[in-house]
């Protein structure tokens, strides 16, 4: 990645939401600008290990709903289980863990144990959804970061359900349903590793 000067309003941003410490005291180096028109949105993915641990964002202008979606299991799943969707998110008992486990990789994120049933249509993986506000600022880590999918629906309103886990924070009621309008999103991130301008252009220090 090759570095820019952040414009001074970006960088008010930047300088704010890195004050909080979730960079673990590094300063957000990389800020992606998205609008989103009322039906538009982004397909369920993960951002990868450029950003990891932490990705934050700002939302302006409307909210919207990010959903999280289990990743798609590469396993099948047992006889008469397909599709089954396990109530809460229980899981039946596990073998338990070796004695001395193998290091966790930082990435990629470890596969989901082997004892969860597949969840393979798109529906049934969505377990969870958190309601964005205009000026609030959302900070991403940990599992939510790095095993679940998140994606924002193609949608020009969004319902509240029982999956909406910040709805009563928000003061929504279940069932209401919120129209879009034209939201900003301004997602801060810190790159570690990035380019010097320099070596780029060749030129000598
Ligand atoms: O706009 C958002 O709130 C999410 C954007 C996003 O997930 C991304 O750019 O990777
Ligand atoms: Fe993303």
Redesign the pocket.
């Known amino acids: 990645m090759v570095p820019e000067i952040l414009p001074p309003w970006l960088r008010a941003y930047a300088d704010r939401v890195s004050s909080l410490g979730v960079f673990g005291g590094r300063r957000a180096n990389h800020v ?1 600008v ?1 609008e ?1 028109c009322p039906g538009e949105g ?1 397909l369920p ?1 993960e ?1 990868g290990p450029l950003y990891f641990p932490t ?1 934050t ?1 700002i ?1 302006l202008g409307s909210h ?1 709903l ?1 959903d999280f979606y289990h990743p798609v299991s590469k396993e099948q799943p047992p006889e008469g289980q397909e599709g089954k969707v396990i109530p809460g998110g229980a899981r039946p008992p596990c073998s338990p863990p070796p004695s001395s486990p193998p290091p966790t990789p930082r990435w990629p994120r470890p596969e989901a144990p082997s004892c969860e049933p597949a969840l393979q249509t798109e529906e049934q993986r969505h377990f969870l959804s958190l309601l ?1 506000k205009p000026r609030s600022l ?1 900070v991403l880590q940990e599992d939510m970061y790095s095993r679940y999918l ?3 629906r193609l949608v020009s309103e969004d319902m509240i359900t029982e999956k909406v886990a910040n709805a009563s924070m928000c003061g929504c009621a279940l069932g209401a349903t919120l129209d879009r309008r034209t ?1 900003v ?1 301004l ?1 801060l991130r810190h790159v570690p590793k990035v380019l010097k301008t320099s070596i780029i252009l060749g030129r000598k220090k």
């Open positions: 992606l998205n989103y982004i993915h951002d990705v964002t939302s919207t990010l964005l959302l998140h994606g924002i939201r999103s997602t």
